[in-house]
């Protein structure tokens, strides 16, 4: 898989409580799907993985993403990634997300979300051969808002965020297994840090077709959940199922879908469901 970051995080603008405590433990969850994630992470999954786009190609990905949580439903409609192999084993991913926000009860808003940079570096590959072997890679991600505007608009807060995930993958014939544990700093008014991890597990099932499986989560923790009314340190287990699907030279189709396993945020700010559809186009 051919991933950049996170590909986008999830956070809003204080204007009630209950927005509040959504924002606060929202602003660590992993850099995803590029999910609005998210996460914002390795479409069309939220966990990252080792692959690195080959030194002088591009790849760029658009996307739809969303999820519902009780309190409320947000996504990235559109989302435009693109990744580029500036140096052997290294790239540089960049993410534009137009931002959708719908309160329960409150009207719809839109604008552009957070900017997730993303550099990774590929600074172990074991080279046995293309069927089995180990690769490690480093992956650190900084989110900001884009504009002052949706800051205000209450699409994005005024919090910037560090993500430093650490990743591995292991080879095995047409089966991949990826892992990922990452810790997220964020900064703003209210300290809330966290960390991230992430078990994908990939089988190819053709030579066009790869069918993807992961449990991520977070614990999250700081002063601002304090403030908020909230414990000390809240967490989360979701899952996701993905696949990606060759379609011709060039170009694949990503899609995934997920839901909670297991939750102490409070119950507005639990996930429900999210999902991700893209189409990726690789220039080598």
């Keep these: 898989m051919y991933c950049g970051r996170d590909a986008a995080q999830r956070k809003m603008l204080v204007f009630t409580e209950k927005i509040r405590r959504v924002t606060l433990v929202s602003v660590c969850m992993p850099v995803l799907l590029a999910n609005i994630a998210g ?7 939220v966990t990252d993985d080792t692959g690195i786009v080959p030194l002088g190609e591009w790849q760029f990905i658009v996307s739809a993403q969303g999820e519902s949580r ?8 559109p989302a435009f990634e693109a990744t580029y192999g500036f140096f052997e084993d290294m790239n540089l991913t960049a993410v534009v997300q137009r931002q959708y926000i719908k309160d329960r009860g409150a009207p719809s808003k839109t604008g552009l979300g957070e900017a997730p940079l993303n550099f990774k570096w590929l600074f172990y590959d074991s080279d046995v ?3 089995q072997g180990v690769t490690l ?4 991600i900084y989110s900001f808002p884009l504009t002052s505007s949706s800051r205000i608009r209450g699409l994005a807060e005024d919090v910037r965020v560090l993500s430093m995930p650490v990743l591995a993958s292991l080879v095995r014939g047409r089966w991949e297994f990826i892992g ?16 991230a991890y992430g078990l994908i597990t990939a089988y190819n099932a053709t030579d066009n077709l790869q069918l993807m499986g992961e449990i991520y989560g977070s614990e999250l923790s700081g002063d ?22 060759q379609v011709g030279s060039g170009y694949s189709f990503l899609a995934a879908f997920g839901a909670p396993i297991d939750s102490d945020l409070p119950t507005e700010d639990t996930l429900d469901c999210d999902f991700f559809l893209g189409l990726q186009y690789d220039t080598g």
């Design 39 to 45: 996460a914002y992470a390795g479409p069309p999954l």
């Design 70 to 77: 009780p309190a409320t439903e947000s996504g990235a409609l």
């Design 129 to 131: 051969d293309s069927i």
């Design 137 to 140: 890679a480093i992956s650190p």
């Design 180 to 195: 990922s544990f990452s810790y997220d700093y964020a900064s703003g008014s209210s300290s809330v840090d966290g960390v």
């Design 224 to 245: 601002g959940f304090v403030d908020a009314g909230l414990n000390y340190d809240e967490g989360f287990l979701n899952w996701r199922l993905g696949l990606l699907w």
